[in-house]
């Protein structure tokens, strides 16, 4: 049985020279996408900037948008595991905001990627529908979790209701700290939405009025 404490193994040189390509398109094709739209950027540009022939890139994706998306499932599968890895007397809201204030650093190493990301989307009426496609996956993804962590087969209603409002306040928040000082911290953008989130839907006392609500007042 192998040493648990052992360090992992070493990339060998093929996947390591495949890491390499891979990262090399994705940062030639934001580049692109930053500096001409997405729309107009063709995929033998996006190989050209990465010093690969045409061929190379639907070797690593299979379409343009594709390379937009590289992480995507591993950022899930991350959150998914970290989600029901929770105390159990945490309640799924406290244990969805510890989850990705602790997958929050991961983000800051990519802040640069990420800022060309949004802008490569603005430019793009289309590329923007993709992303809504890829969101409402990831929510079904999140809410199957949450169904898991409450011991049903399948989410319902409420299980997608909490993954839907988690996933844009998580989404909110990022989008604040790209807007931010470059030395801002990603984990104050997320604690102060949960905080407003937690807040909207904490009852009012009786006598006075809800919070977030609006009412109306006989004239």
């Not at 994706?61 to 599968?77: D, I, R």
């Not at 060309?116 to 992303?131: C, D, I, N, Q, W």
Request: neutral net charge; hydrophobic residues 40%.
């Amino acid at each position: 049985m192998a040493d648990e404490a052992a360090e992992p193994a070493e990339p060998s040189r093929r996947q390591a020279h495949k890491l390499r390509t891979e990262r090399a398109l994705q940062q030639a094709a934001l580049a692109l996408f930053g500096e001409q739209g997405y729309d107009t950027t063709t995929t033998d540009e996006i190989a050209e900037r990465a010093g690969v022939s045409p061929r190379t890139f639907f070797r690593y994706f299979p379409t343009k948008e594709s390379v937009l998306f590289v992480g995507e499932y591993g950022w899930l599968q991350s959150f998914n595991k970290g989600f029901l890895a929770q105390p159990e007397d945490l309640s799924d809201l406290d244990a969805m905001r510890a989850t990705l204030h602790s997958l929050a650093p991961d983000l800051t190493k990519r802040r640069a990627a990420l800022v060309l990301y949004e802008k490569a989307v603005a430019s793009s009426p289309t590329l923007r529908g993709g992303v809504f496609d890829h969101q409402q996956q990831d929510i079904a993804a999140i809410a199957g979790a949450i169904a898991m962590r409450r011991n049903r087969t399948e989410p319902d209603l409420a299980c997608t209701t909490l993954a839907t409002v988690v996933l844009l306040t998580y989404r909110n928040g990022v989008m604040r700290w790209l807007s931010a000082a470059a030395s801002a911290d990603i984990r104050d953008f997320i604690a102060e939405g949960f905080d407003l989130l937690v807040t909207e839907l904490t009852p009012a006392p009786p006598t006075g009025r809800r919070r977030g609500v609006l009412r109306s007042a006989a004239r």
